[in-house]
């Protein structure tokens, strides 16, 4: 059984071409791309975009009629891992585009549809989503941007932090407080075209060895956003979110144990024909043993994803279990590839391996779609539930009898 063997038992043929297709293009084109791109210190050039988006990827998930493949989270999941084997950050934010697609198909009026599809899926809009800022990361109920009433529309102030495309981004999808007629607060979710009003310049966050993820910080000074931009009405946006919330976690725990098997792949192979004391690095015992450990810690980290991921297919992955696996996976990858990267030496630790760049992506993983701070506190909460004590089953058995 190779690595992927268990995810693509569960792919139609159909998704599995879709997985050949995400193979080549990552050989003839984003490898490539990503490798010049980085020896120049700057994230890829954005025909990359164009290119992916021409073989129909961002719209994935978006169902036929709506011009998409119509494809399993499990399919989505698959794809997201061979991309994230190149590079943790680039698979992200291309496929952080094909979510934002997925989310107004799901979500969106037939008006908002019709606007703003094609152009997410052409990916002549490049969409994020624009929760934190920066005032408001893990405690989201503190965000302070404000949508004001007015004619025809709403008035926007404040700033989003950490948005991924940043800097590129031309449709967020904004979450910012509404304050009724009778005082009463709410939050609300708009499509916003930054270009199209008064949002200030993004300013890149500066991020020593991750600027692949483009993150940026984008203002908005009294920017209009007309009234049939609104996708989640005032008190409607925080559940909505919170709805996505586990599969963005189970993606990115999947992301991080693509880009581990690619990490482990590569120092197997060098440490395989490196020679040592008169034998293959891999041959001496101590160094074997420190990589069969990575094996089998992705092996369980992996199983995790898989079994959440068809959980979201079924609709029954529960925020604990979602929890875990991004947990994991990312603790997993971060510590993996960092023994990657000792097994190989100092070439281990030099451009050309990859293994660098994977390693400071995957780090920030922790951070993404919840911090594993965060992750515990949801985990934890759950614990009275999901492990009920067999003494506390009888007593509560015992209660219930004459
Ligand atoms: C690569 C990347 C991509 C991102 N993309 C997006 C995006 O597209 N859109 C978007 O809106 N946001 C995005 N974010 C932001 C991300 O959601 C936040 O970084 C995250 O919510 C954490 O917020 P913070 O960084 O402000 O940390 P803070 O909330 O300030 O937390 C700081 C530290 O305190 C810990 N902490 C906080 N509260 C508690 C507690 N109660 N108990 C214990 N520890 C606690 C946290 O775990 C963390 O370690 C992205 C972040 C990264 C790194």
Same mark, same amino acid.
């Given at each position: 059984?190779s690595?992927f ?7 139609t043929?159909r998704?599995?071409?879709?997985v050949r297709?995400?193979?080549?293009f ?5 490898a490539?791309r ?13 025909t990359v975009?164009?290119?992916?988006a ?9 169902p ?6 119509g ?11 061979t ?5 943790f ?22 008006v908002?549809?019709e ?21 408001a ?7 302070r941007?404000q ?14 932090a ?8 031309n449709?967020?999808?904004?979450l ?9 607060q709410a939050i609300a979710?708009?499509?916003?075209e930054?270009?199209a009003?008064?949002?200030f310049a993004?300013t890149p966050?500066?991020l020593?060895g991750?600027?692949?993820f483009?993150?940026?910080?984008i ?6 956003v ?13 559940? !909505? ?5 586990? +599969? #963005? =976690?189970?993606?990115? /725990?999947?992301? @991080?144990?693509?880009? %581990?098997h $690619? ?13 040592a ?7 001496h015992?101590?160094l074997?043993w420190a990589?069969a ?7 369980? !980290?992996?199983a995790?994803?898989?079994? +959440? #991921? =068809?959980?979201?297919? /079924?609709?029954? @992955?529960?925020?604990? %279990?979602? $929890? ?8 997993t ?8 990267i000792?097994?190989?030496g100092?070439v281990g ?9 994977l390693?400071s ?22 614990? $009275? ?5 067999a ?12």
């Amino acid at each position: 059984m190779s690595f992927f063997d268990e995810l693509d038992s569960g792919l139609t043929a159909r998704e599995l071409a879709l997985v050949r297709d995400t193979e080549r293009f990552c050989t003839e084109v984003l490898a490539p791309r990503l490798a010049q791109a980085r020896s120049r210190g700057e994230p890829c050039e954005r025909t990359v975009i164009a290119q992916w988006a021409a073989l129909g990827m961002l719209g994935l998930q978006v169902p036929e009629e709506g011009g998409g493949f119509g494809a399993s989270f499990l399919c989505k999941v698959r794809i997201a891992q061979t991309m994230a084997g190149h590079g943790f950050a680039a698979a992200f934010c291309l496929n952080n585009m094909q979510g934002m697609a997925t989310r107004l198909w799901r979500h969106g009026s037939a008006v908002q549809k019709e606007r703003l599809l094609p152009g997410l899926l052409s990916g002549r809009l490049i969409g994020a989503p624009a929760m934190s800022e920066p005032t408001a990361g893990s405690d989201l109920t503190q965000l302070r941007s404000q949508a004001v009433r007015t004619e025809g529309g709403w008035l926007l102030d404040g700033s989003k932090a950490w948005v991924s495309n940043g800097a590129i981004a031309n449709l967020l999808m904004v979450l910012a407080r509404t304050t009724a007629a009778d005082g009463s607060q709410a939050i609300a979710g708009f499509l916003v075209e930054p270009e199209a009003g008064k949002a200030f310049a993004a300013t890149p966050h500066e991020l020593p060895g991750a600027m692949e993820f483009r993150l940026a910080e984008i203002r908005f000074a009294q920017h209009f956003v007309p009234d049939w931009a609104l996708i989640h009405a005032p008190g409607e946006a925080f559940r !909505a979110s919170m709805e996505a919330i586990n +599969a #963005a =976690r189970v993606h990115v /725990a999947a992301m @991080c144990t693509g880009s %581990l098997h $690619a990490a482990l792949c590569t120092a197997v192979a060098y440490c395989g024909l490196r020679t040592a004391f008169g034998q293959p690095l891999l041959a001496h015992q101590g160094l074997q043993w420190a990589l069969a450990e990575v094996a089998a810690r992705l092996e369980a !980290a992996n199983a995790l994803v898989v079994k +959440a #991921a =068809r959980r979201i297919d /079924a609709g029954t @992955c529960g925020p604990e %279990l979602a $929890a875990s696996a991004k947990k994991i996976a990312v603790q997993t990858a971060t510590e993996g590839i960092e023994q990657c990267i000792r097994a190989m030496g100092a070439v281990g630790a030099t451009a050309p391996s990859g293994l660098v760049a994977l390693a400071s992506e995957v780090r920030l993983a922790a951070f993404a779609d919840g911090s594993t701070e965060m992750l515990n506190d949801r985990i934890g909460r759950g614990l $009275a539930a999901a492990y009920p004590s067999a003494l506390a089953r009888g007593e509560q058995q015992g209660a219930q009898q004459p």
